[in-house]
């Protein structure tokens, strides 16, 4: 993995978090730090508040169909998302990191950060169908955060 690659990731994890205002104070440094995301960033940079929170709603919680959470992109809702949610787990307890809040150990801002962090792409090559499925339903869509998932993909 590149140093760079790394930067990636981490500024990666951060555009596929909810925009709340700690997300807009860091915009101009994602903007420095990742070039690869620079088209998403100035969108966001230039899209009220309310407008890019309702729109990240729109696009991630409303709908199963672009879920970050990439288990379901391999298991669906069977009976080996439980399985496939421990293995994600035991990946971050050998890399002594914790999950902390309520976000399940297969959301992908998560494991966008365990990878920055670790230079560990295991969980990100492991569901390399499940992020391009992602990648082209984003774009599909026509939501900038697919410029994020382009940028993810090119790396792996």
């Known amino acids: 993995m590149m140093p760079s690659d790394a930067v990636l990731y981490q500024a990666a994890a951060l555009c596929l978090t909810y925009p ?14 990742a070039p690869q995301l620079r088209e998403f960033v100035d969108h966001a940079a230039v899209t009220p508040a309310q407008e890019l929170a309702a729109h990240y709603v729109r696009v991630f919680d409303a ?37 902390t809040g309520e976000e399940l150990p297969d959301f992908l801002p998560a494991v966008l950060e365990l990878a920055a962090r ?19 339903r984003l774009t599909d869509f026509g939501t900038p955060y697919a410029t994020v998932l382009d940028a993810v993909c090119a790396t792996l």
């Not at 990439?70 to 298991?75: G, H």
């Not at 295991?122 to 082209?136: F, I, K, M």
């Open 20 to 33: 709340d205002d700690d997300f807009r104070a860091r915009l101009p440094l994602l903007r420095e730090a």
């Open 63 to 99: 709908t199963d169909r672009h879920s970050l959470h990439l288990s379901r992109w391999q298991d669906g809702d069977t009976r080996q998302l439980g399985m496939s949610l421990v293995r994600f787990q035991e990946v971050y307890r050998a890399a002594g990191l914790e999950l």
């Open 118 to 136: 670790t230079g560990d792409l295991g969980l990100l090559t492991g569901h390399r169908d499940g992020l391009e499925h992602l990648r082209s």
